[in-house]
């Protein structure tokens, strides 16, 4: 009793996937105990946060809030657009998950491989405002490649592609290094917007974000499915601004959302072009490892797969497996160590 009282109060170390679309947070020996969208009500025109308008409570506001609230996304492209409000959900979230302990965590945060000095620097910050004794910083693919369950230290490569809501992460690794890596700005977000814009080129019909994401999850495809799909879709007229109905295709929407997945392509093509010869050799076999809600979309193993010539594996569960990684390292310090970026 004593002994667990005690464990508890040590073994508060966290791990973050601090990501533009949800956020995780990996306790130490508990596993995953948040997973949020990383939404913030707010009173409109202000910094000040709706009480316990944080997460899921805020995302459910969006697009429907009166105008008094507005529900923000403080984290854009993968990067933070709004650092108070990133550091309101930090604290928010860190408190939710640590109660009264009286230690301060020890926090490792994964955060995108394309981040500046200056924005490693604000999320540094933002974690040590929020209550962290001692903050760590690894790259989100590294990280990926470590939940993913890839053997990252061995001197071979390893590839792995994830793709989030507001980037895309391409590395290969090798020796708990990252040998060549890509990050753009490239996601799940663009997929939902190429689908509003889509409806209302082609259908006069204006659709909100909410609306694009389910289309997306219910019937968005890269690649041609066995039996396709259609889906009823409502939203406003664009020219006469009346509520109007109209039933889409998998095929279409698959065909709208050919820019984005071309450009994650055209990366995974250079990413695999700059690896040297010896590493290239050993993905011939070790393939691609995708994570992300991205790896989720219906064929994309299939696309890449048939664009790269390579064996393509989607992590067990993409969405939690950069947070996963996260975690493991904060079992294993010596990897935390060997792989944290500074
Ligand atoms: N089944 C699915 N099919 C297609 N897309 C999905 C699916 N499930 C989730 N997504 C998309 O995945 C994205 C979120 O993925 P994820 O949680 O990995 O992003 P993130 O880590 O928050 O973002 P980033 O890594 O860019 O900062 C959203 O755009 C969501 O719509
Ligand atoms: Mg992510």
């Given at each position: 009793m004593m002994l667990t009282r005690l464990k508890g109060l040590f073994s508060n170390d966290i791990g973050i996937d601090?990501?533009?679309a949800n956020t995780l947070v990996f306790q130490k020996d508990r596993g995953i105990v948040l997973r949020e969208p990383s939404v913030v009500a707010v009173r409109t025109g202000t910094k000040d946060v709706i009480r316990?308008?944080?997460?899921l409570e805020a995302k459910k506001m969006i697009g429907v809030t009166p105008k008094n609230i507005t529900a923000v996304r403080p984290m854009k492209d993968g990067v933070i657009a709004d650092f108070e409000i990133t550091e309101a959900m930090l604290r928010y979230f860190i408190q939710k998950v640590h109660h009264r302990k009286i230690v301060a965590p020890r926090v490792v945060v994964a955060v995108p491989s394309g981040i500046n000095e200056v924005e490693r620097r604000a999320v540094k910050d933002s974690v040590t405002h929020a209550g962290a004794r001692e903050v760590h910083l690894i790259e989100q693919p590294m990280a990926a490649a470590i939940g993913a369950g890839?053997?990252?230290?061995?001197?071979a490569a390893n590839m792995v592609v994830d793709i989030g809501g507001g980037t895309s992460e391409i590395a290969i690794i090798s020796l708990a290094g990252i040998v060549e890596s890509i990050s753009l700005r490239v996601g799940g977000d663009q997929f939902d917007d190429t689908i509003t814009n889509h409806l209302k080129r082609e259908h006069n019909l204006n659709i909100g974000l909410r609306t694009a994401e389910e289309i997306k999850l219910r019937i968005g495809s890269a690649y041609p499915l066995d039996e396709e799909m259609t889906m009823e879709v409502k939203g406003r007229d664009v020219a006469k601004g009346l509520p109007k109905t109209l039933t889409i295709g998998s095929e279409e929407v698959r065909e709208a959302l050919q820019k984005p997945l071309s450009s994650i392509l055209e990366s995974i093509r250079s990413c695999l072009e700059q690896c040297p010869a010896e590493l290239s050799g050993d993905l011939v076999d070790r393939g691609i490892v995708m994570a992300g809600g991205g790896a989720l979309l219906r064929g994309i193993d299939r696309l890449v797969s048939k664009e790269t010539g390579l064996p393509v594996t989607i992590a067990d569960e993409p969405l939690i497996a950069v947070a996963e990684g996260t975690g493991r390292t904060l079992q294993n310090i010596d990897i935390l160590f060997r792989v944290a970026s500074y």
């Amino acid at each position: 009793m004593m002994l667990t009282r005690l464990k508890g109060l040590f073994s508060n170390d966290i791990g973050i996937d601090l990501g533009t679309a949800n956020t995780l947070v990996f306790q130490k020996d508990r596993g995953i105990v948040l997973r949020e969208p990383s939404v913030v009500a707010v009173r409109t025109g202000t910094k000040d946060v709706i009480r316990d308008g944080v997460g899921l409570e805020a995302k459910k506001m969006i697009g429907v809030t009166p105008k008094n609230i507005t529900a923000v996304r403080p984290m854009k492209d993968g990067v933070i657009a709004d650092f108070e409000i990133t550091e309101a959900m930090l604290r928010y979230f860190i408190q939710k998950v640590h109660h009264r302990k009286i230690v301060a965590p020890r926090v490792v945060v994964a955060v995108p491989s394309g981040i500046n000095e200056v924005e490693r620097r604000a999320v540094k910050d933002s974690v040590t405002h929020a209550g962290a004794r001692e903050v760590h910083l690894i790259e989100q693919p590294m990280a990926a490649a470590i939940g993913a369950g890839l053997p990252v230290e061995e001197p071979a490569a390893n590839m792995v592609v994830d793709i989030g809501g507001g980037t895309s992460e391409i590395a290969i690794i090798s020796l708990a290094g990252i040998v060549e890596s890509i990050s753009l700005r490239v996601g799940g977000d663009q997929f939902d917007d190429t689908i509003t814009n889509h409806l209302k080129r082609e259908h006069n019909l204006n659709i909100g974000l909410r609306t694009a994401e389910e289309i997306k999850l219910r019937i968005g495809s890269a690649y041609p499915l066995d039996e396709e799909m259609t889906m009823e879709v409502k939203g406003r007229d664009v020219a006469k601004g009346l509520p109007k109905t109209l039933t889409i295709g998998s095929e279409e929407v698959r065909e709208a959302l050919q820019k984005p997945l071309s450009s994650i392509l055209e990366s995974i093509r250079s990413c695999l072009e700059q690896c040297p010869a010896e590493l290239s050799g050993d993905l011939v076999d070790r393939g691609i490892v995708m994570a992300g809600g991205g790896a989720l979309l219906r064929g994309i193993d299939r696309l890449v797969s048939k664009e790269t010539g390579l064996p393509v594996t989607i992590a067990d569960e993409p969405l939690i497996a950069v947070a996963e990684g996260t975690g493991r390292t904060l079992q294993n310090i010596d990897i935390l160590f060997r792989v944290a970026s500074y």
